[in-house]
């Protein structure tokens, strides 16, 4: 009997384990896809909001307006509308706990 139920909990340990991976990836690429814009973990180098460090009441806030229109934008609301009430805390969470960097100062386009 405590065989049975050593198994079933290493089963259930290791299905967990393989759902939260699949979670964390899931979030490594919804986060991924804002760097293109907002810089690696967030941390914008441009003229697009940082988003590291921001506080997670705020950032669901913003994306729930881009979302739902009340907040114009040419390309966020496009974004917001792909996400799921649950990935939107979950890169509110993600950006939160994201430390904020020194700005870089950006290199003129005579130097490259």
Do not use: W, Y
């Amino acid at each position: 009997m405590k065989a049975c139920a050593l198994i079933a909990a290493a089963l259930l340990f290791v299905v967990l384990s393989a759902q939260a991976a699949g979670e964390d990836n899931h979030l490594r690429v919804l986060a991924a896809s804002c760097a293109a814009c907002h810089g690696m973990d967030g941390n914008s180098v441009g003229g697009t909001p940082v988003l590291a460090g921001l506080d997670r009441s705020h950032f669901m806030l913003q994306m729930q307006s881009f979302r739902d229109g009340t907040r114009a934008s040419s390309v966020m609301h496009h974004h917001a509308k792909g996400l799921t009430q649950q990935e939107i805390e979950q890169l509110a969470d993600h950006f939160a706990a994201q430390p904020r960097g020194a700005a870089a100062p950006l290199m003129p386009l005579g130097n490259l």
